[in-house]
């Protein structure tokens, strides 16, 4: 028995029933007890199981080849060397911290093949021996025959082999948002998605309607699960873009922190200073140079950003993805309930030969209904259509604390809803004509008709496909009276179905007989007229498209979805602007490298499959995007652990997804991923601020040392002065930056190039210009304060005293790398009270006398004031130059789009 496949070498589903017994070895009473057993040696336990194990070990291992840890933990062994026991501790918990929290980050997202196995029905109902009984899902194997009943999860992948009204929810799979009806008959095409395989049930889907039998084809690994589940193994999570940033960061000012101990070391020995002086100096200065509050910034400005994305409805696993979600150039989104509602609504109403719009979306009974645009009552014919189909239905509008919603069948739902926008209540209808009888709805004869008694008199209502209802019609209903259906007019009634079809809308025809009986139901009806239904676009989501296209974004849909019914959806939404409708069937002729060629004209994919969609994200971070991928279903667990953002679904999806994403929608709204977007750039240049401002400060204090040591004067700053000015730069205002608020074209720039760093040329020359002021200004100032005849204390205590003014003052510069610091400068108020707390500090420091000594500080006189605020002023006008130059583009772009722009 070849796997999946019968004798003559076709798929199952197309394999008659017999065939499939005979290729299985099975029947009717299903195998022996001992065949089974002797299977199950052979073909192991049905259940999903891990390829690959990471230890926790390795995960925690994995955190320190960070190269920022390794130098933090090198500044933490010099600093208690150097005897600054509190720095190093305080260093210590914040790299322990970091490494846990990646560790904790990282053993989690293991857990979605874990999440997978829990989707496996723990019984179900087997035939062996011919007898039924409840036989372990672990224990299944091909050719096990399987009852199917309502409320059964479908144990492993099984063709029909028997069918009464079974119809299968298989959106955890395929994404389909309606059940699926299943039966026995085979299929002729071979090639066949899954989700049109509709004689196969498969594992993990859930059966609600009707009853059923199927023989096991396959079990575990073998399976639709067990593929997803091995492609989810066999995807690498890749670093964000910040993680490589930083760790581009961390390298640079590793060799830097190197470079300085050496210089200062050599130029003080040539000087003749004692040699083991000058090393502790240099080894003090590059601790300086090291940001040693850099995790801890990050740490809290993707915690912040967690918590602004929790309010706007978007809850975040790993804190990376915070900022790399502010990168994101590419957004592939399912289209069912994240561009949707997933509420069917009747959108179109066609009867007594008029069409009408209905207004409104989803389960909310409000919208008005018109004809040619201009708003109209209901007419008696549409009225009684509506009537018809609400008396033909089961479903019931109901309200809750959380809004409208359906209780049954989100077809009948959507008849229901319009219904009630038309001033029709259920309950007054089966008040009026109560239900005595009733035909259910079948496969076969793709209808429902229920009959009703009023007035003594016997009615059925029909409702079902115009195909199947349209046949056994012989009058139509028209503002005249009834008259008869010839076939010029059922042609002309097909013709409007058709119109409906062709924009997506799924089509019900609605029917009456008059005086009928149980038997005579469904014959020489007449026709009421027909309804187009659609799951409807959210209106917040166009208005999200519209600002991805600004913001430099492409969305893209990805569906398993049929193609007129997403490309309808996508036009209404906006998306299908650029580029075209592609299926699955022409991915799997397309290799990789056309792929990649082709997805940049590809705005929808349609009847696509698991191994689909990890193609079509590879395809696009092959083309250097950073891609953002939503789902709901166990189908989009691996492209969602392959994207750069996996964003799941919290209210319609299942624990495998949401364990293999970065984030979590709690409102499943395609809107609130470009508000977590907004955020995470927000987060991104808060971190850009942190690093221009330490940098820039750290610029100042280096060069001044080193052009003191060059110059041949003596050090301008005591080693307690560089550890304050650190701490202080490295202190509050820097961790305010961290919470700045956004600047407001935010989401009016293009995503950054994932290859572009934190250190642009804007950003270096603005970083550059900020140092060499402050070492031209306090050499300077150093050098003069040394020549008027005053000792080397008050020069020191001089130009420490405007190191930190400067310091303050770029702390409201760098709030932005290219707006005005007379643009809101005050918006930051955490960043204000860090530096009233830090000017109050400082007074202290110069004026208390039991500080004055450790400080090497004097009491400034009013001139002295004067000469070091005005010193320190003029950095304010050398940074605004550099911004105009960044703002008029002379420095180069400073956001570095994208490549090729938001269509590449």
Same mark, same amino acid.
């Given at each position: ?37 002797? @299977? ?16 926790? %070990? ?78 372990? $899902? ?201 561009? $949707? @509602? ?66 049954? /069948? ?127 676009? @959210? ?220 250190? $642009? ?11 060499? %002021? ?48 007379? /643009? ?62 960044? @703002? ?17």
């Amino acid at each position: 028995m070849g796997e999946a496949q019968t004798p003559d070498g076709s798929r199952w589903h197309t394999a008659g029933v017999d065939a499939a017994f005979d290729a299985l070895g099975s029947g009717h009473d299903g195998l022996s007890s001992r065949e089974a057993r002797a @299977r199950l040696e052979s073909y192991g336990p049905n259940e999903i199981r891990a390829t690959r194990r990471v230890s926790g %070990w390795r995960i925690l291992a994995a955190q320190f080849q960070n190269v920022l840890i390794v130098i933090l933990l090198a500044a933490t062994g010099l600093s208690f060397f150097l005897g600054h026991s509190t720095e190093s501790v305080v260093i210590a918990v914040i790299v322990l911290f970091a490494v846990a929290l990646g560790f904790v980050q990282e053993f989690r997202a293991e857990r979605a093949i874990e999440a997978l196995r829990e989707l496996a029905a723990p019984v179900a109902t087997v035939v062996r021996d011919g007898r039924e009984g409840p036989v372990p $899902t672990r224990a299944l194997v091909p050719g096990d025959v399987v009852l199917l009943h309502p409320g059964d999860r479908v144990p492993a992948d099984a063709r029909v082999v028997e069918s009464a009204n079974l119809m299968v929810d298989e959106a955890p799979l395929t994404g389909e948002s309606l059940p699926v009806a299943k039966h026995a008959e085979p299929l002729a095409d071979a090639d066949l998605a899954v989700a049109d395989r509709t004689n196969i049930v498969h594992a993990g889907t859930a059966v609600t309607h009707g009853r059923g039998r199927a023989v096991v084809v396959t079990t575990g690994m073998r399976t639709e699960f067990g593929r997803i589940a091995q492609l989810l193994e066999g995807v690498e999570a890749g670093r964000t873009p910040l993680q490589k940033n930083l760790d581009r960061v961390g390298a640079v000012l590793a060799r830097a922190a190197l470079a300085i101990v050496l210089v200062i070391v050599v130029l003080g020995l040539l000087r003749g200073q004692p040699w083991l002086e000058m090393l502790l100096f240099g080894i003090a200065l590059a601790v300086a140079v090291v940001p040693e509050a850099l995790p801890a910034v990050v740490t809290i400005s993707l915690a912040i950003g967690v918590q602004r994305m929790a309010r706007r409805h978007a809850l975040i696993r790993r804190l990376p993805a915070v900022e790399t979600l502010g990168s994101t150039s590419v957004i592939c989104s399912d289209k069912t309930g994240t561009l $949707t @509602r997933n509420e069917m609504t009747v959108r179109r109403v066609w009867a007594a030969g008029r069409t009408w719009e209905v207004g409104g979306s989803g389960y909310e009974p409000a919208g008005d209904y018109s004809v040619d645009g201009a708003a109209a009552a209901p007419s008696p014919e549409l009225t009684a259509l509506l009537a018809a189909a609400v008396l033909a239905s089961d479903a019931r509008l109901q309200q809750s604390p959380d809004g409208w919603r359906i209780a049954g /069948d989100p077809t009948e739902g959507a008849l229901v809803v319009a219904a009630a926008k038309a001033g029709l209540d259920r309950e007054a209808l089966e008040a009026t004509a109560p239900r005595t009888q009733e035909i259910p709805f079948t496969s076969e004869t793709k209808r429902m008709t229920t009959l009703h008694v009023a007035q003594e008199r016997t009615t059925a209502f029909t409702k079902g496909a115009p195909e199947a209802v349209l046949g056994d019609c012989t009058g139509l209903r028209t503002a005249e009276g009834v008259v008869p259906l010839d076939e010029a007019t059922r042609e002309r009634v097909a013709e409007v179905a058709r119109a409906f079809a062709a924009d997506a809308l799924r089509v019900l025809a609605v029917a009456e007989r008059p005086d009928a009986t149980l038997a005579t139901a469904r014959h020489g009806m007449t026709l009421l007229g027909l309804a187009g239904m659609i799951d409807p676009p @959210r209106p917040e989501a166009r208005a999200a498209i519209e600002v991805c296209e600004r913001a430099g974004i492409r969305p893209v849909m990805i569906t398993g979805d049929h193609p007129v019914t997403a490309a309808a959806v996508a036009r209404e939404l906006g998306l299908l602007r650029h580029g075209r409708v592609a299926v699955g069937a022409e991915l799997d002729a397309m290799d990789d490298a056309r792929l990649i060629e082709e997805v940049p004209s590809i705005d929808v994919y349609a009847r696509v499959s698991p191994a689909h969609k990890l193609r079509v994200v590879s395809a696009l971070q092959a083309r250097e995007h950073i891609v953002a991928m939503t789902g709901d279903g166990v189908n989009d667990a691996p492209a969602l652990k392959k994207a750069d953002i996996g964003v799941a679904m919290g209210q319609t999806g299942t624990d495998v997804t949401k364990e293999a994403a970065d984030m979590t929608l709690t409102d499943d709204n395609f809107a609130s991923i470009v508000a977590a977007v907004e955020e995470g750039r927000g987060v991104y240049d808060n971190i850009k601020k942190y690093l221009m401002y330490l940098l820039s400060a750290n610029i100042g204090e280096v060069g001044l040392m080193v052009g003191a040591v060059l110059a041949g004067l003596p050090l301008p700053l005591s080693a307690v002065q560089i550890l304050y000015v650190n701490l202080a730069t490295d202190g509050l205002p820097a961790l305010a930056l961290a919470v700045d608020p956004p600047e407001g074209d935010l989401m009016a720039r293009h995503p950054r190039h994932p290859r572009t760093g934190i250190f $642009t040329r804007p950003v270096i020359t603005l970083m550059a210009a900020g140092g060499a %002021w402050s070492t031209a200004v306090n050499l300077g100032l150093f050098a003069w304060v040394l020549s008027t005849g005053r000792g080397p204390r008050e020069a020191m205590g001089m130009v420490f005293v405007s190191l930190v003014l400067i310091e303050f003052l770029k702390a409201y510069n760098f709030r932005s790398d290219r707006h005005s610091v007379f /643009d809101r400068p005050f918006a930051n108020r955490w960043l204000n009270l860090a530096l009233l707390w830090e000017a109050a500090l400082l007074c202290a420091i110069i004026y208390l006398p039991v500080l004055q000594g450790p400080f090497g500080t004097f009491g400034l006189s009013v001139t002295d004031w004067l000469v070091v605020v005005g010193l320190s002023a003029s950095l304010v006008p050398v940074l605004e130059l550099v911004k105009w130059m960044v @703002r008029r583009g002379w420095l180069g772009d400073p956001d570095s789009p994208a490549p090729g722009g938001p269509h590449a």
